[in-house]
């Protein structure tokens, strides 16, 4: 992508174009004066005049340029030495009153430059011009050659005077306002630019972006599949065992069965935790609205046939507050909610009189509470820091993976919300959880 | 004991989820004759002589999603241009190990499907349709 030009270097590449195309004109205008005065030399035969001060002119204004080729001397040399020709010309002419227009011309031309500025020199230089050769010639000098006339009247001389500041001083109107048309073109040209630009930035991004939307969907149906695919045999194994069952195993085979079984799950919660990963982190968040109560229902029927054979059920709880619309994203809130209720249910406390796992919602315009409290074996404090780290198992005794906390904790970071953790070995676990109410707010992915 | 169906049909391309299914229905006593076929096109085939005999339908059908060649969801579509004495016998039952939402409620969203249930089909979840 080409990089953006900055303001200063676009506005001196303007300018610095203005001022090439200026001095270019700047040669043809100065060489035709030139040409001008030698062709005037043949009325009064003024060659002297014509090729001395004439060059002399020239030599002013090139070797300032060429002394000083950065700053814009040369541009108000130029200035003087249109004033000079202009006199120059009214006396080679001997004083023909049209010669005076040289000076508008040379006016005229400065305008190029958008600079109003350089109509001081020349119009400075016309003054000093007029007031003494006209004064000289109105003392009875001779070869002045300012006017035809033997004198001019006062009258005559102001008159002259008014109109001459009038061309100057609209010459120098229109330069500066030429001035300001260029600073806003210059201004339009980078606003284009820079809006160009972004725009192009606005869809490579946006292209990259659907790019990364699209890999991440491929990869999704990837882990979906994999994960049916490695669910299928799985489950199979687990009707067959329920097969087994139904005859009269006898002690010694049930036992290796219920073995076989275990083993099964365990494999099947460790796919099914990939997969809720894989999704949690690849998955943009989705705003829906939340029916907890619903939610907590259908988390409930799919477990109800967990936990193993000599557990018993788990009385689950349900308490929603929720006069209030709560949107969140359903599949991570139901991601949250599956894992700590299975492990509410995975590890009950065989001592405790009736196992139950509570779930008590409360929902706010901001915000759900989400509190989950169970009687179970709880977490012993100094695991506690510990439990939601990846693939950390309290004890030999875990049944899981490992990753279901850490999903849980994942997953609750997605929704921008937290989570914490309070139990007692023995009592049983609180896990407090905070969610902010999408409802009015703006989905932020992080 | 008396069986709750007389015919239930399984439609599934793994065979062992075929037997499993088989030798449950027929030890918890849920079907008199449990008719396994391997293939949705097969289940079609199945059906279609049937149509002049409604009462020697399965009463239900369990119908797996991820099939080569014809899956759940086409058989579905198929079935919903069959005659319809045929549909108002049948009761379609979804069975498979997919977890994916969108199956979920694609099944559920289909006027033929009455259940979306998760394999293994064990004695547990055919006492509940008992």
């Known amino acids: 992508m080409v990089p953006q030009q900055t303001y200063q270097a676009l506005h001196t590449s303007y300018l610095e174009k203005v001022k090439l195309r200026s001095d270019r004109l700047m040669n043809y205008f100065l060489g035709s004066f030139f040409v001008c005065g030698l062709s005037l030399a043949f009325f009064y035969d003024t060659w002297l005049v014509a090729i001395g001060i004439g060059s002399l002119s020239l030599i002013a204004y090139y070797s300032t340029k060429w002394l000083l080729p950065h700053s814009d001397a040369y541009q108000y040399m130029v200035s003087i030495v249109f004033g000079i020709f202009m006199a120059q010309f009214i006396y080679q002419m001997h004083g023909l009153f049209e010669m005076h227009f040289i000076a508008f011309v040379g006016s005229a031309i400065l305008i190029t430059y958008q600079n109003w500025k350089l109509q001081i020199p020349l119009a400075a230089l016309v003054i000093v011009h007029h007031a003494s050769f006209g004064y000289l010639q109105y003392i009875g000098y001779d070869k002045i050659y300012f006017t035809q006339l033997d004198y001019m009247t006062l009258q005559t001389f102001i008159i002259h005077g008014i109109l001459a500041t009038v061309i100057f001083f609209i010459c120098g109107l229109w330069a500066y306002q030429m001035k300001m048309l260029s600073e806003r073109q210059i201004r339009q040209t980078f606003e284009m630019g820079r809006f160009q630009e972004e725009q192009l930035q606005r869809q490579a991004l946006l292209q990259s972006n659907e790019e990364l939307k699209k890999s991440n969907k491929e990869l999704d149906s990837f882990v979906y599949s994999v994960s049916h695919d490695l669910r299928a045999p799985l489950s199979s194994m687990l009707g067959v065992i329920g097969i087994c069952e139904m005859g009269d195993p006898g002690p010694f085979m049930e036992k290796n069965i219920s073995l076989l079984k275990t083993s099964i799950k365990k494999l099947d919660g460790f796919i099914m935790d990939i997969l809720d990963y894989s999704r949690n982190a690849r998955l943009e968040v989705e705003k829906q609205e939340i029916h907890f109560d619903d939610l907590v229902t259908e988390i409930t029927n799919n477990l109800k046939f967990m936990g193993a054979d000599d557990q018993r059920k788990v009385d689950i709880r349900t308490n929603v507050r929720n006069g209030i619309a709560f949107y969140s994203d359903k599949s991570r809130l139901s991601i949250i909610l599956n894992n700590l209720i299975s492990n509410s249910i995975r590890y009950q406390n065989p001592e405790a009189a009736e196992p139950f796992v509570e779930v008590r919602v409360e929902v706010s315009e901001t915000s759900a509470s989400i509190l989950i409290r169970d009687n179970g074996i709880g977490i012993d404090k100094e695991n506690q820091g510990k439990v939601f780290n990846m693939f950390y198992r309290v004890s030999t005794k875990s049944l899981g993976s490992g990753l279901g906390l850490y999903i849980v904790k994942e997953a609750v970071e997605k929704l921008n919300g937290v989570i914490q953790l309070e139990s007692e070995t023995g009592k049983g676990t609180h896990f407090n959880i905070r969610l902010p109410n999408f409802a009015h707010s703006p989905l932020i992915t992080t | ?130």
């Open chain 2, 1 to 130: 004991m008396e069986y709750k169906y007389k015919n239930v049909m399984v439609v599934d391309d793994n065979q062992i989820d075929l037997y499993i299914a088989e030798m449950v229905m027929m030890t918890t006593r849920f079907a008199e004759k449990v008719i396994c076929v391997s293939s949705a096109k097969e289940a079609l085939a199945y059906l279609k002589p049937l149509y002049e005999a409604p009462e020697e339908l399965p009463k239900l059908i369990f119908l797996d999603i991820n099939m080569p060649e014809m899956t759940g969801f086409d058989f579905l579509n198929e079935y919903e241009r069959l005659p319809e004495n045929v549909r108002k016998q049948c009761i379609i039952m979804m069975l498979t190990t997919s977890l994916d939402e969108n199956d979920r409620k694609q099944a559920e969203g289909n006027q033929f499907v009455k259940r979306f249930l998760n394999k293994p089909l064990d004695r547990d979840k055919i006492a509940e349709l008992m």
